[in-house]
């Protein structure tokens, strides 16, 4: 094994400010594992750290980026049980978080917890999950935080079943996740987005229905209509602002509507007559515990789930990866470790 390895590194906020540097390959204390990196897909949410902390709340440089990995255990620290080397694992999103809600002490991946884009990681033996079998490192990567997020809105929360209609807003990780578990459940999923050509590929992906939503400003009319009057059962919210009032007219009564994003405004804004006439249940997501990552990935192996990858980059073209996700891409973005 190498005793030098390259890592991600950012000193102060902004994309020109990140830089690739060589640093010794750690060495895993009591019950950690030290990962060879494969894969590491990249979230909107690693876009915003390196902008400016996701608002600076929690997190600030000096600090590697990135949350979600799959790599290969090479070796373990003592008393470290859960992996033998050789196993394939990924990160889960949330260190510390196995179940239940969600623990104080819980820190998140990629800042202020430990980065991902590094050619070794250390992890807590905990932090990890198994791959599946018939996912590519490249897929399993992208299970950790837009997959999780997916599934604990709408299987682990929301309790999707067959005959419901979800209404995804967009086409990337999260929602082409929930194209996915929506057609794996026997629901059917109404996808908005402003782009046709997005669109047509989402309706390849078993989309039942399309909505432009700049030709279709009130969409939350086009649902009612595609769903005979009755609404949709569950929403993901992932514009904030304006927008949340459209996806609670659009619901049933008693629908669901899952709070994941804040593409548009970090505030919401709705009138409070649809809370007293449609009696929605309004959760926020904040991606989900380890055991919603263990339930995924066997759903993924048994169901056959293949996450949609637009492209992968090479370690070293971070940036221009950086400039893909804020354009906007159809599904996710992997930066690949293993060529």
């Not at 594992?33 to 440089?61: E, H, T, W």
């Not at 990780?173 to 987005?193: K, T």
Request: glycine share 12%; net charge neutral; with cysteine.
């Amino acid at each position: 094994m190498e005793k030098h390895m390259r890592r991600w590194r950012i000193e102060q906020f902004g994309k020109q400010n990140l830089r690739l540097e060589t640093v010794p390959v750690p060495t895993p204390g009591r019950g950690e594992i030290l990962v060879r990196v494969a894969a590491v897909a990249l979230n909107y949410r690693d876009k915003m750290n390196i902008d400016n902390g996701s608002g600076g709340a929690q997190v600030a440089p000096p600090f590697t980026p990135a949350s979600d990995m799959a790599g290969e255990v090479v070796a373990l620290g003592e008393d470290a049980r859960r992996f033998a080397v050789g196993a394939r694992v990924m990160s889960t999103f949330w260190g510390g978080w196995l179940d239940g809600e969600w623990p104080s002490h819980a820190v998140a991946l990629g800042a202020p917890g430990p980065g991902m884009l590094s050619e070794y990681v250390l992890l807590p033996e905990d932090w990890a999950v198994a791959v599946p079998a018939a996912l590519s490192d490249a897929q399993a990567s992208t299970l950790s935080c837009a997959g999780v997020t997916a599934w604990s809105a709408l299987v682990e929360h929301g309790r999707l079943h067959a005959g419901q209609t979800v209404v995804l807003q967009g086409t990337g990780g999260v929602s082409l996740f929930g194209l996915q578990l929506a057609a794996a459940h026997g629901a059917q999923a109404i996808i908005i987005s402003g782009d046709d050509a997005k669109l047509e590929r989402a309706q390849a992906l078993g989309a039942a229905h399309l909505i432009n939503r700049r030709r279709t400003p009130r969409w939350d009319e086009a649902v009612r209509e595609m769903t005979g009057g009755r609404g949709a059962d569950h929403v993901l919210e992932m514009v904030g602002g304006d927008n949340f009032r459209l996806s609670l007219q659009a619901l049933r009564q008693g629908g669901r509507v899952s709070v994941i994003g804040l593409l548009g405004d970090a505030e919401i804004h709705a009138s409070s007559v649809p809370l007293f006439l449609g009696r929605p249940t309004i959760q926020g997501i904040g991606v989900g515990h380890r055991r919603a990552l263990e339930e995924l990935a066997r759903a993924a192996g048994h169901a056959g789930l293949a996450p949609v990858i637009e492209r992968e980059y090479g370690f070293g073209d971070l940036p221009q990866a950086i400039d893909h996700l804020e354009r906007g891409p159809f599904g996710k973005l992997v930066l690949r470790l293993d060529r």
